[in-house]
């Protein structure tokens, strides 16, 4: 995602971002709390435009009109211990479809493939059982726990790829 599409997105410029992104956005997209996580990627992108690769990415299907099902990016570049943590969401009607996990995959083979990362971490609500499944399905281990300001309590879960 663009800041280009971001920015026509939060202006209510539906079309344009559609254009921009050559994808179909949902009717009911973005909510508030997405409105948040966009407004935050883009102040992001806009302090260093080498994080836009890492932050977010729409997960379109490859069908006529090319409808966007949700998102996934890392929360940014590696940090210092060499760590990218990722994060996503498939919209519901397209849950439990194999979509997020295909993602997850392939976001984390283009930051090892492009940029030797090999360390991965997700944080998971201890209540989304589906996204506690593909860690585990994934490899990751539980490393602990942390607060979000947002939303509450998470699990933290690592994984170290070759």
């Not at 996990?101 to 991965?120: G, I, K, Q, T």
């Not at 971490?121 to 994934?138: C, D, G, H, K, Y």
Request: charged fraction near 25%; charge should be negative; aromatic fraction near 8%.
């Amino acid at each position: 995602m663009s800041p280009a599409f971001i920015e026509a997105l939060l202006e209510g410029r539906r079309s344009q971002a559609e254009a921009i992104a050559g994808l179909t956005l949902p009717q009911d997209w973005p909510d508030a709390r997405d409105e948040r996580f966009l407004r935050l990627r883009l102040a992001q992108m806009r302090e260093d435009a080498a994080t836009q690769p890492w932050l977010a990415r729409a997960l379109v299907l490859r069908e006529p009109g090319r409808p966007m099902i949700g998102h996934i990016g890392f929360h940014g570049p590696p940090d210092a211990r060499g760590f990218a943590e990722m994060g996503y969401t498939v919209f519901p009607p397209y849950r439990r479809s194999g979509y997020a996990l295909e993602a997850a995959r392939a976001m984390m083979d283009w930051a090892l493939r492009e940029h030797s990362v090999r360390l991965f971490r997700v944080s998971i609500s201890p209540a989304n059982e589906p996204s506690l499944r593909m860690a585990a399905m994934m490899g990751f281990r539980h490393t602990g726990e942390q607060i979000d300001e947002e939303d509450g309590l998470e699990l933290v879960f690592e994984l170290a790829r070759q």
